[in-house]
C-alpha cells in the first residue's frame, strides 16, 4: 500500500485523486487545498483540508498545482525529508523547496474537468533527484498507468515542447481549417473523420512515412491553387512556412 | 441497383471498389486500368479491361486516376451523354470533357493502399453540373458511406485546402515533434496518446473551445524557455507563427 496527499484541487488533481482512489494498492491519505469548497464534495470520502501546517504523514505529497504556485508552495510545507513531487512538464525539480526529498510527476496528457480520461494509457514521465526515490514513484505510478517511463530533466522539457506541437498547435490547424470551411460555407464537421483517421496513422506508422499531399508531391499547381484560396494573410504564412518545412523533412 | 464503371487503380479506386464490391445494391461492370497487371487478381471478381474503346454501359463512370490525367482520360472516353464523375478534391468538375454529364464524387479522407478503410465513415462530397445528376449520385454515395453532402466547387476547394492543414500540416507537426523528442533521446511513442486525445477532443468539441497551453494562457516565460530549447531555425518560425496565430484567436 502506498500512501499518497494530493495537494491543489484542478484538472490534474481532481484526475489524479479519481485514478488513485479506483486503485487498491493507494490510500489517499488527505487532499488539501487552499480554498475548501473546490473539493468539499469528496468530504464523506476522504480527509479534506485548506490548513498546511495540519498536512497528515505520507509516503508521497503531490503538488498538483499552477506551475508558479509550486516553488511557494512547497516552501510552506511544514515537514522535513519526505517525499514530495509535483506534475509540471516544465517546472524543474529543482524549484521544489530543498528541504525534501524531490520529484516529478508528469502525466502527458491534456485534462480538463469535464472529459473523461482513462488513466491507464496516461504515460507517467517519472524524474526524481535521489536514485533511492525512483523505485516507490515508480511503483507508485504503475498502480494507475500502463505507461510509465523515466526522463532526466532535457527529455522532460522536450516532451513538453513537442506537447505543445502535436497539442496545442495541432488544434490551431484545426481552427484554421474551421475557419477555411466556414468561410465558404462548408461543414468543418465533415473534416472529422480525417482528423482522426491523420492521429490514428502515427499511432502505427513514423509521422515521415505518413506523410501525402502536394507539399510532399511537389506540386507547385495545386499550390499556388491554394495560396489563392487563402485570403487571410496568417494562415498564408502557415501554409508557406509548413508546406517548406515538408518539402525540407522530404528532400529536394 | 446502380451500375458503374471505375476507371483506375489507384488508392482511391481500389478502396471504391471494395466499398461498391460489398454493397448490395452497386453493380460494378467493369474496372479499367491502363495498366491492367494492376488490377488482373481481380479478374475473377469482375470484368476488367485496359482497353479504353471497349468500356461497357453503366448508370456512372468514376475516373480515379491522378489530377493531371482527369482531363485526358475524359477526352478519350468512347461514348456520350452518358453521367461521368471524378473523384479529386481540387479538379474542376468542367475539366471533365464536355461530351459527358459531368458530377465529382470527393471522398474526404486520407487513402493509402495498406490502410484498411471503413467506408461508411468517409465523408462523400457530391457535386453535379446538371441539377438532374444529383439525385442518382446521391444514391449511389449512400450504398457505401453515411455521410454524403452536396458541395459547390468553392466548398469543395475549401474543403481540400482545409484537409490539407488538418492533415498533411498537423502531420508534419508530429513530425517536429518527433525530432525534438529524438534530439533528446525521449520517446515520440510518449506523445502517442495525447496525439489521438487531441483528435479526440474536437469531434465533440470546437477547436476554439479545445485550445489550451502557454500560447493562450499568454504565458511568456514558458514561451521563452521554449524559443531558447529550439535550436532548428525553422521550428523556431513554427512555434512563433502558430503561437501568433492562437494569440490572435483568443484575443489580447
Ligand atoms: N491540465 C493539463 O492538461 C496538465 C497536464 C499535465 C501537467 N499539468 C500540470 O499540472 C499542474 C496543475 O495543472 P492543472 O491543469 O490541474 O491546473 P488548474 O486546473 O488550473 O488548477 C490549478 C490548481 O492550483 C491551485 N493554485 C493556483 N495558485 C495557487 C497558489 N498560489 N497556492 C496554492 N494553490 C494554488 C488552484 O487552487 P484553487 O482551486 O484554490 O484556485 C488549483 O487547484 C501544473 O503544474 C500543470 O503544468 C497540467
Ligand atoms: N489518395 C487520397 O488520399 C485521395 C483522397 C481523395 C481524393 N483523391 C483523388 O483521387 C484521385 C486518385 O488518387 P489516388 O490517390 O488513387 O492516386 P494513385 O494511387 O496515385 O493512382 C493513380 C491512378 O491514376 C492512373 N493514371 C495516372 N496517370 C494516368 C494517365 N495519364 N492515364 C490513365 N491513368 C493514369 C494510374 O494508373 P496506373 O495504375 O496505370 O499507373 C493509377 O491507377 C485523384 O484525383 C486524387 O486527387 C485521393
Chains 1, 2 share one sequence.
Request: proline share 3%; net charge positive.
Amino acid at each position: 500500500m502506498i500512501s499518497v496527499v494530493i495537494l491543489g484541487a484542478g484538472n490534474v488533481a481532481t484526475h489524479l485523486y479519481k485514478a488513485f482512489k479506483a486503485s487498491d494498492n493507494v490510500v489517499i491519505k488527505q487532499w488539501y487545498n487552499r480554498h475548501l469548497e473546490r473539493i468539499r464534495s469528496y468530504s464523506n470520502e476522504v480527509d479534506i483540508s485548506d490548513d498546511i501546517s495540519q498536512l497528515v504523514e505520507a509516503d508521497v505529497y503531490i503538488i498538483a498545482v499552477s506551475d508558479d504556485a509550486i516553488a511557494p508552495l512547497s516552501e510552506q510545507l511544514p515537514f522535513e525529508n519526505r517525499f514530495v513531487v509535483h506534475t509540471s512538464g516544465s517546472v524543474s525539480a529543482y524549484d521544489l523547496d530543498k528541504k525534501n526529498r524531490r520529484g516529478v510527476f508528469y502525466p502527458l496528457q491534456t485534462f480538463s474537468k469535464a472529459a473523461k480520461v482513462d488513466f491507464s494509457q496516461v504515460p507517467i514521465c517519472l524524474e526524481t533527484l535521489r536514485k533511492t526515490d525512483y523505485m516507490p514513484l515508480k511503483r507508485l505510478a504503475i498502480c494507475i498507468s500502463d505507461i510509465t517511463k523515466r526522463v532526466n530533466s532535457d527529455q522532460r522539457a522536450a516532451l513538453h515542447l513537442a506537447a505543445v506541437f502535436v497539442n496545442n498547435f495541432t488544434n490551431q490547424l484545426y481552427r484554421v481549417a474551421h475557419e477555411i470551411t466556414e468561410s465558404q460555407g462548408a461543414e468543418f464537421d465533415l473534416l472529422k473523420p480525417l482528423i482522426l483517421e491523420t492521429a490514428q496513422k502515427v499511432q502505427d506508422h513514423s509521422p515521415f512515412m505518413s506523410q501525402t499531399g502536394p507539399a510532399k508531391r511537389k506540386d507547385k499547381k495545386t499550390i499556388k491553387k491554394h495560396l489563392k484560396l487563402l485570403d487571410n494573410a496568417q494562415h498564408k504564412e502557415i501554409y508557406k512556412l509548413l508546406t517548406a518545412s515538408i518539402q525540407h523533412t522530404h528532400g529536394r
